[in-house]
């Protein structure tokens, strides 16, 4: 039988087998899930884990028979299977995964990576097939738009409710017995604070993520942070452009206005080299920790070692600052692992250089285009980041190195010292690691962080606060002002006048948030200094992380007060406002000018 004539005897059937493939896929994936979440998150008797697995491993081989089912019922099978190639390796991994454990008692995962060291294995790739198999899912659902016509909403308000989704779901699973070492459980107001901060790449904790959290809740905790980092919404369209024909408009503009790209027509583009560049900086970020473990740092087993190397990777470069050390690389066996500090350092300017300059700087592209034109200069977004970024950090190491060299500082030689004033000066661009005792810092060492903190990292990058470019138009407008000129220029270009007020419109939108919080802590939480709370606060909001050590000690208001203001400065002030805000129906008309007394 040749190709034409199969094709024609299934297309009778080929619409009902696609329905009922559709509808399997549905309920197998949210079946596979929550086995797996209970699994994980709950029993705990070794015979009912292998009845569970087993089930998962059935739900597996019905996802093989209906790709190739897919395969039969597609009349152009070599598209197909370019299209779906990703989906093809897994299905593939999964078969001779399956036939080698049941039919030949040979397990496949298992044994490769236990002979290398690597146990637990077959977890990792139950967990990542199902959730592999949840994102078709869900990009399924959302190609349907069946819920999604009547809801019209704001590019603006569905990026905000990703992160509202993301942070309950993490929630409740930090929620589950096996999830914490805790004989009691986790509280929930804990448990939403973690899933908040890990959500919004933050890293301010109320907990000990590396006692505290078992396995299976460090490994939710890294999902949490690698989402909030890029995004749910990032991701999600990532695969529905890797997976199927492409991404509606709708996408589109969210996307432009997330990720800040010069032009609508470019975020198609940006969204495929951004998820590489993520995780090709990750995977090489991930071999430099490995190598930079001193023989100090001691591991159970190689498999624990690179745990711990891509935990640290991962939320080094998505600037969330988690730590699986107590007192994060301010614990004792790394505290002198400079090597380590440094790759650190490298990894959070990557995460908040922000993509669009990354791309723009590191594409090879870019670089070529760059080696044939040599006369060719950054783009303009990349000389303000990168400018303001360096001048920021030379700022913060030269006044953090004078301010603490007789104090946390004392005991460190001269190079020893500068290393960790780069450290703290950069650390502050949005991310959360400390390799000085922040307990001990000076009142003015505090309110130079609290400022280098409250600007935050750059736009489209794993970085809270106002931005370094927000901070440069406002910098560069008063001047203007100043010197009474009619246009504010930058690089011999003018910025619109849009431009400038939407930058005083996030200045002043922070600082707001940031006093009305402020405010509301010294209530909820008076035994604490103002300093400190202030401190804690400014942190929350740049999605920082840094912290005194009062975060454990808050009231549960106080802690409610924290995680808003984490969230607010994840999702972003303007963001929030523009959400909220009611679109004017016209702007064709002007009022007669007026003059105020100003100053």
């Known amino acids: 039988m040749n190709t034409?004539?199969?094709?024609?005897?299934?297309?009778?059937?080929?619409?009902?087998?696609?329905?009922?493939?559709?509808?399997?896929?549905?309920?197998?994936?949210?079946?596979?899930?929550?086995?797996?979440?209970?699994?994980?998150?709950?029993?705990?008797?070794?015979?009912?884990?292998?009845?569970?697995?087993?089930?998962?491993?059935?739900?597996?081989?019905?996802?093989?028979?209906?790709?190739?089912l897919r395969i039969l019922y597609t009349f152009e099978r070599v598209k197909f299977l370019k299209r779906t190639w990703f989906e093809g390796i897994l299905m593939g991994v999964i078969l001779v995964?399956?036939?080698?454990?049941?039919?030949?008692?040979?397990?496949?995962?298992?044994?490769?990576?236990?002979?290398?060291?690597?146990?637990?294995?077959?977890?990792?790739?139950?967990?990542?097939?199902?959730?592999?198999?949840?994102?078709?899912?869900?990009?399924?659902?959302?190609?349907?738009?069946?819920?999604?016509?009547?809801?019209?909403?704001?590019?603006?308000?569905?990026?905000?409710?990703?992160?509202?989704?993301?942070?309950?779901?993490?929630?409740?699973?930090?929620?589950?017995?096996?999830?914490?070492?805790?004989?009691?459980?986790?509280?929930?107001?804990?448990?939403l604070f973690m899933a908040t901060s890990a959500s919004c790449i933050t890293g301010l904790v109320v907990v000990d993520p590396g006692t505290y959290f078992t396995f299976s809740g460090q490994v939710v905790l890294l999902i949490l942070v690698q989402l909030g980092g890029l995004g749910v919404m990032t991701f999600a369209t990532f695969f529905a452009s890797l997976m199927r024909q492409g991404i509606s408009i709708k996408h589109h503009i969210a996307l432009h206005e997330v990720m800040d790209s010069e032009s609508l027509f470019s975020t198609k583009g940006l969204l495929r080299k951004l998820i590489i560049l993520t995780l090709s900086i990750e995977l090489i970020a991930v071999f430099l920790v490995f190598m930079s473990w001193g023989a100090e740092a001691k591991f159970e087993s190689l498999s624990h070692k690179i745990f711990y190397s891509v935990f640290h990777a991962i939320t080094g470069f998505t600037n969330a600052g988690f730590s699986l050390y107590p007192?994060?690389?301010?614990?004792?066996?790394?505290?002198?692992?400079?090597?380590?500090?440094?790759?650190?350092?490298?990894?959070?300017?990557?995460?908040?250089?922000?993509?669009?300059?990354?791309?723009?700087?590191?594409?090879?592209?870019?670089?070529?285009?760059?080696?044939?034109?040599?006369?060719?200069?950054?783009?303009?977004?990349?000389?303000?980041?990168?400018?303001?970024?360096?001048?920021?950090?030379?700022?913060?190491?030269?006044?953090?190195f004078l301010l603490e060299y007789y104090n946390s500082l004392s005991h460190l030689s001269f190079a020893e010292a500068l290393v960790a004033s780069i450290f703290q000066s950069v650390t502050t661009?949005?991310?959360?690691?400390?390799?000085?005792?922040?307990?001990?810092?000076?009142?003015?060492?505090?309110?130079?962080?609290?400022?280098?903190?409250?600007?935050?990292?750059?736009?489209?990058?794993?970085?809270?606060?106002?931005?370094?470019?927000?901070?440069?138009?406002?910098?560069?407008?008063?001047?203007?002002?100043?010197?009474?000129?009619?246009?504010?220029?930058?690089?011999?270009?003018?910025?619109?006048?849009?431009?400038?007020?939407?930058?005083?419109?996030?200045?002043?939108?922070?600082?707001?948030?940031?006093?009305?919080?402020?405010?509301?802590l010294s209530i909820t939480d008076s035994q604490f200094d103002f300093i400190r709370l202030a401190f804690e606060q400014v942190s929350a909001f740049g999605t920082v992380g840094l912290s005194t050590g009062i975060t454990a000690g808050l009231s549960d208001m106080g802690k409610l007060l924290i995680l808003s203001s984490m969230y607010i400065g994840r999702v972003g002030t303007l963001t929030v406002a523009v959400a909220l805000s009611s679109r004017a129906y016209t702007t064709a008309y002007k009022y007669p000018a007026t003059h105020l007394a100003i100053g």
């Open 4 to 68: 034409e004539t199969l094709n024609r005897v299934l297309y009778g059937s080929k619409l009902t087998a696609y329905a009922i493939m559709r509808r399997s896929t549905y309920v197998l994936s949210v079946l596979a899930v929550v086995l797996l979440i209970i699994a994980h998150g709950v029993v705990e008797s070794p015979l009912r884990l292998q009845m569970l697995f087993y089930a998962i491993d059935v739900i597996f081989a019905v996802f093989v028979i209906i790709y190739f």
């Open 429 to 520: 661009r949005s991310s959360g690691f400390n390799t000085v005792d922040m307990s001990s810092l000076a009142s003015p060492t505090l309110l130079l962080l609290m400022f280098l903190m409250f600007i935050g990292a750059s736009p489209g990058s794993m970085g809270g606060g106002i931005k370094t470019t927000t901070f440069t138009v406002i910098i560069i407008s008063v001047i203007a002002t100043i010197r009474n000129k009619r246009n504010i220029e930058i690089a011999n270009r003018t910025i619109p006048a849009a431009v400038s007020y939407k930058a005083f419109a996030v200045f002043t939108f922070a600082a707001l948030i940031n006093l009305i919080f402020i405010f509301l």
């Open 97 to 191: 995964n399956q036939v080698g454990t049941y039919l030949l008692g040979f397990p496949v995962v298992y044994n490769i990576f236990e002979g290398i060291g690597i146990p637990l294995s077959v977890e990792f790739y139950r967990v990542l097939v199902s959730l592999y198999m949840l994102v078709l899912l869900i990009i399924e659902l959302l190609e349907t738009k069946v819920h999604l016509k009547t809801l019209q909403l704001k590019p603006s308000i569905t990026f905000i409710l990703s992160f509202l989704l993301l942070i309950s779901i993490g929630t409740a699973l930090f929620m589950l017995p096996k999830m914490t070492n805790a004989p009691e459980g986790m509280r929930f107001i804990d448990a």
């Open 327 to 400: 007192e994060g690389l301010y614990t004792e066996p790394i505290r002198y692992s400079y090597a380590l500090h440094l790759i650190m350092v490298a990894l959070i300017l990557l995460g908040g250089i922000g993509f669009p300059t990354l791309l723009d700087v590191f594409s090879p592209r870019s670089m070529r285009r760059r080696l044939n034109a040599p006369w060719k200069n950054w783009k303009l977004l990349s000389r303000v980041t990168i400018y303001t970024s360096a001048a920021l950090v030379a700022f913060g190491t030269i006044i953090f």
